[in-house]
């Protein structure tokens, strides 16, 4: 185990005993820790039963489901799969240990559609640390976790790179949470492959100090499509020099065009051979099951699992590579950090090296306590009518309001790496700062604290919230409870990369005054709240 049971006690992180050893990281190669054989990830992008509900499923909390799906993967030859959407509610104990007697680890993203950074109007929360920390303390217990992902293509072009500063604020901060639990999981970004921000993207989350920089990089790529493309005319070997003496390693975290169909997987053989193998630890090609953009290796029906050509295509391929690795105690990283890239428009760079810092709770209740007019909600509704007027009750007073009053303190702008000191407070607190700004502004005068039966007079703690900036104490939310959002797990927030609409970064934690149409999960259903950006 990565750590004693007695400490993972301790901590609420204990697991099922697993016959698997944990990796390690040792500059830009993955180990066994035992053997200290180099690791190569021969995997596949699982989420299972995507499309059979309007409510987002979590496969590693269902042993049915498990059950049906390990002996294909098994089958497949899969060492590791990459699953985009889990919760940390429920036990996963089942599930994980049948995947680790099968010999695979596991790579989970930590944001879901209804929690994660949305490109569009980034943000970055307590509620969504929270979250994401909720998903460390679920799953930390477990050795066959490979690493987890703080992102997906939350940016995914020029003009929205600046949420990246937001993704590797969170990245920072979940690397901070995981070494304070007593474990070494690593912590990466996985991002698409736009040529126009490549090299800028990779730069990005590989600089800076130790405590920000990414521990591994993940890239999704589909440029190699069918058997008259090459390692040279695929682009592929352009990838592969932008990551040469790469100092983490470097792994395909989606693969597998398929405009020609049925697909062969022709790439297998230069990714796992002396093409890539010295650059990168293998790959998950996208994905097991068969959805309607048509990448699936098997088709399912309730508990019937079809398997598609490509499944043998993809199984005999993977089966005909060996890749050659090194031993960990004869390896010498040699591998050079990178410098943090230029913001400026003619480098088609948006993302300042400034991060936005740790949300704090402590600091935001202690910001609370001075407040005349707070919003009479403490909880964002769940019921849809009710959450949707939230959404343009907000929208409103954020647009009245920081027409005429500075809203710096609770805004984060990831351009300027200029962020108000309540910029990660969640929406209620955020809301009642701008409320009681216009109550001051008025001077308390009747009618100033109303905005028509949203906010309500108290009387403050605190005499003024000048202390409120070095309060130190819990940094953790309540997951989820600020409004619902959506991750980039490719642009969209849906479940994979490649869904209609990958990690828009939409996220339902919108910072700053920044709020969005974002789609929120109540129970089962999919509910839009239109709301309007404000800045």
């Known amino acids: ?8 006690s301790i901590l609420g992180l204990v697991s099922q005993t697993q016959a698997i050893d944990p990796l390690v990281i040792k500059g830009s190669k993955w180990f066994n820790s035992k053997t200290g054989e180099q690791f190569f990830v021969k995997g596949v992008d699982y989420q299972p039963d995507i499309t059979s509900t309007s409510s987002y499923l979590d496969p590693l909390a269902d042993k049915t489901i498990c059950t049906r799906d390990v002996p294909y993967l098994k089958d497949l030859g899969v060492n590791a799969v990459r699953i985009y959407q889990t919760e940390p509610y429920g036990n996963h104990d089942d599930c994980m240990k049948m995947l680790a007697d099968a010999g695979i680890y596991v790579m989970l993203d930590l944001g879901t559609p209804n ?24 799953f930390g217990g477990y050795d066959n976790i490979l690493g987890f992902l703080a992102g997906n293509e939350v940016a995914n072009s020029a003009n929205n790179t600046d949420a990246s500063a937001f993704v590797k604020g969170a990245l920072r901060d979940i690397k901070a949470y995981v070494k304070s639990k007593g474990l070494a999981i690593p912590v990466g970004y996985a991002a ?11 730069t990005y989350f590989d600089c800076g100090t130790t405590e920000e920089q990414a521990d591994f990089y993940g890239l999704n790529i589909y440029e190699w499509c069918g058997t008259s493309a090459t390692f040279e005319t695929s682009g592929y070997a352009d990838v592969v020099k932008n990551f040469t003496n790469w100092d983490v390693p470097a792994v395909l975290t989606e693969y597998g065009c398929n405009s020609v169909r049925p697909r062969t997987f022709p ?11 010295s650059t990168f630890s293998g790959g998950f090609v996208y994905e097991y099951v068969e959805e309607s953009n048509n990448y699936g290796l098997v088709s399912i029906s309730g508990s019937t699992v079809k398997k598609t050509e490509d499944y043998d295509n993809f199984k005999k391929a993977l089966a005909a590579v060996d890749p050659s690795g090194v031993a ?18 003619s480098n088609s760079w948006q993302a300042s090296d400034v991060l936005p810092p740790t949300p704090s709770n402590s600091t935001c209740e202690c910001m609370m306590k001075s407040l005349y007019c707070v919003s009479k909600t403490t909880d964002v509704p769940t019921d849809t009518t009710a959450l949707k007027q939230f959404g343009e009750d907000v929208s409103n007073i954020f647009g009245t309001v920081c027409a005429t009053v500075s809203c710096d303190e609770v805004i984060g702008n990831g351009q300027s790496g200029t962020y108000g000191k309540y910029s990660f407070c969640n929406t209620i607190q955020r809301v009642s700062w701008v409320m009681n700004a216009w109550y001051k502004s ?24 000048s202390s409120c900036s070095n309060v130190t104490g ?17 642009s969209d927030g849906s479940s994979s990369g490649k869904s209609d609409d990958s990690e828009s970064g939409l996220d339902s934690h919108t910072s700053g005054a920044a709020f969005a149409a974002k789609e929120l ?3 089962a259903m999919a509910v839009v709240v239109a709301a309007a950006a404000i800045f």
């Open 1 to 8: 185990m990565r750590a004693s049971l007695a400490v993972l």
């Open 474 to 490: 819990s940094t953790t939310g309540n997951p989820g409870s600020s409004s619902s959002s959506s991750d980039g797990s490719s």
């Open 192 to 202: 698409n492959d736009d040529a126009d921000i490549r090299w800028q993207m990779q």
């Open 328 to 345: 960990m105690k004869s390896y010498s990283p040699s591998g050079k950090q990178q410098s943090c890239p230029k913001v400026s428009a």
């Open 521 to 523: 999960s109540v129970g």
């Open 442 to 465: 008025q001077r308390g005068v009747d009618g100033s604290c109303d905005f028509n039966g949203f906010a309500s007079l108290t009387k403050p703690s605190l005499s003024s919230d």
């Open 115 to 138: 929690e994660s950074i949305d490109r569009n109007k980034p943000s970055y929360d307590v509620n969504l640390l929270g979250y994401y920390q909720s998903k460390v303390d679920a």
């Open 267 to 277: 790439e297998i053989a230069s990714i796992y051979g002396s093409d890539m193998d």
